[in-house]
Every structure is written in structure tokens, then in C-alpha cells.
């Protein structure tokens, strides 16, 4: 069983990761690509409004740029997967397609729309504080966000339910690091389109991956193990 199970979470994990990377080729590189442009020509020129003469300059096929991407993708599709299945395994409800979905966007939820009330996807070129301390907020945020979904999903208590919620809301309340604000070398409406894209395609991810897990896991798995 735990041979299926893996087989079942790393197989929905490399088709999550598979499709997210075909999709960022249309949507998050090219403004990567953009944003690099802008920060290589404003270093260059020591200021930042000669790099609009070259936008655009930096769009171009890069192979291994895509490979690393797209092993990346992979990489961590699968250990969603495997932590996604793990969970619906250990929380006992029934797993099929519809559920699984349901999972993919808790984890969206969690590990996504949570952490990037706080720290929003970023462009090359944006000031950020230390990593390790993103790093820390970011898992702080992450996993009680997933708490408090699991409470509101399973609990039988109230209390628990507000206990998870109030502990999901602490991070935010104390507030992600952030650096000292200074002029970014990106435009503004560019970061913002990246956010928004990012997070896009992130839902997708989630959606893929909690459906493939669901399916799967209702097809490898004995009945008496989900």
C-alpha cells in the first residue's frame, strides 16, 4: 500500500508540475525576463530610467534556464503530492476526485494565498529582507493556515476551531519582514501583474495536483485504506 500511495502522490505531483511549467512559459517568465532587463540596465547605468530603453531586450529561449525550471516544478510537485496524500490518508475521509480537489485548494489556501498576504511573489530587482527570516514568516504563516483548515474541516469542538483560526491570524499580526523601503527597479504595475500571475498559476498547480491525487489514490488504494 504505501508502494500505490507514493506511486499515486508522485505521479500527481509530476503531472501538477508538468502543466505549471508550460503554462509559466506564457505567463510568469516572460515577466521575469522583463524585470532582469530592468535591473541589468539600471545597474549598468547606475540609474533606473535607461533600462526602459532596453524593455523587452531580454526575451529569449534559454534551455537550460527551462530545464532547471522545469525540474524544479517537478521536484517540488511531487513532494506536495507526497505531503498532500499523506494527509488525506491520515485524516481518513473518503478520497475520489472531488475531495481531492477540495484538498488542492485547501493546500492553495495554506500554502499560497496565506503567506502572500504577506509576502506576495516577487520580481527580480525588489528589495526584500533576510531570507532566513522570510523563509521562517512564510512557514510560520504556511502552516497554520493549514491548521486552522483542518480545524474548520474536522474538528468537532468550536474551540478548537477559533484556537486554529487565532493562531493562523498571529504571523499576520505580527507582521512578515520586510527590507527598508527603497526605489525598486521594476516598475510597480509590473510587480503587481507578477503577484497576481503567480498566484494564478499557483491555484492551478493546487487544482491539478489535489484532483490527480484524488483520482489516483481512489484507483491504487484498497478500499479499506482511504
Excluded: K
Excluded at 540609474?47 to 537550460?64: C, E, L, S
Excluded at 491570524?169 to 497576481?196: D, K, M, Q, W, Y
Amino acid at each position: 500500500m504505501f508502494g500505490r500511495l507514493v506511486l499515486a502522490a508522485v505521479t500527481a505531483g509530476v503531472l501538477a508540475g508538468a502543466a505549471v511549467s508550460v503554462v509559466q512559459q506564457v505567463t510568469t517568465v516572460p515577466l521575469i525576463l522583463s524585470a532582469e532587463v530592468y535591473e541589468v540596465a539600471a545597474e549598468a547605468a547606475g540609474h533606473a530610467g535607461h533600462a526602459a530603453a532596453h524593455a523587452g531586450a531580454g526575451f529569449g529561449f534559454d534551455a537550460a534556464r527551462v530545464g532547471l525550471t522545469v525540474l524544479t516544478n517537478l521536484v517540488i510537485g511531487s513532494g506536495y503530492g507526497l505531503l498532500l496524500a499523506a494527509a488525506m490518508l491520515l485524516i481518513g475521509a473518503p478520497v475520489n476526485l472531488r475531495r481531492g480537489v477540495l484538498w488542492g485548494a485547501g493546500g492553495f489556501v495554506a500554502f499560497t494565498l496565506a503567506p502572500a498576504f504577506g509576502l506576495p511573489p516577487e520580481l527580480p530587482g525588489t528589495a526584500t529582507a533576510e531570507l532566513a527570516a522570510r523563509q521562517a514568516w512564510w512557514l510560520a504563516a504556511a502552516l497554520t493556515a493549514a491548521a486552522a483548515l483542518l480545524a474548520a474541516a474536522f474538528a468537532r469542538r468550536p474551540a478548537w476551531v477559533i484556537a486554529a483560526l487565532a493562531v493562523a491570524a498571529l504571523p499576520h499580526l505580527i507582521g512578515a519582514p520586510h527590507a527598508e523601503p527603497v526605489g525598486s527597479l521594476t516598475p510597480p504595475e509590473l510587480a503587481a501583474r507578477f503577484a497576481a500571475v503567480s498566484i494564478g498559476v499557483a491555484a492551478l498547480f493546487w487544482a491539478v495536483l489535489g484532483a490527480a491525487c484524488g483520482a489516483l489514490m481512489s484507483r491504487l488504494l484498497p478500499d479499506d485504506a482511504r
